[in-house]
Every structure is written in structure tokens, then in C-alpha cells.
């Protein structure tokens, strides 16, 4: 899969944590991979790391993004 119109941890205008930017990272490497078995795994990763993010609004952002499923207007945007 193109995710180059994913967006990555680093460009969101807020602090990401370390950890939860690692998961976000992990995540997109995967769907690089067409790791489709496996993205279970990704999902719960960012969905962990995401709550050690200290502002809730922003969490909300990441979670709704990764978890819920926003980077694919992303993609299909790209298409």
C-alpha cells in the first residue's frame, strides 16, 4: 500500500510521545507491508501508546486518525 499520505507521527502540531510515535511509525510500516494478518497488533499498539499522550483532545485526534480509521480519506484522496 502507498502511505505516503498517511500522516506520520511527526507531522502533527502537537507533541507526540516517543512511545506513542513508535507505535504510529510501527503501524505504517505495516500497512507498507500489507501486513493485513497481523495489523491487530499495530492497532492495539497505538491504541495503548496513544493513552500516554497528556493532552485528551489530542489523544482523541490520534485515536480517531489510526484507530478509527481517518488516514484512509488519505489515501483514497490520493487515488
Do not use: Q
Not at 26 to 48: G, H, N, P, Q, W
Not at 54 to 62: C, F, G, L, T
Amino acid at each position: 500500500m502507498d502511505v505516503s499520505r498517511i500522516k506520520g507521527a511527526h507531522d502533527w502540531d502537537f507533541p507526540v510521545p516517543e512511545i506513542t510515535a513508535e507505535a504510529i511509525d510501527d503501524f505504517i510500516a505495516a500497512l507498507a507491508r500489507d501486513e493485513r494478518l497481523f495489523m491487530d497488533i499495530y492497532y492495539d499498539a497505538v491504541d495503548s501508546c496513544s493513552r500516554e499522550m497528556s493532552n485528551e483532545r489530542d489523544e482523541m485526534v490520534i485515536r480517531n486518525y489510526y484507530l478509527g480509521n481517518e488516514w484512509m480519506d488519505d489515501v483514497r484522496d490520493a487515488a
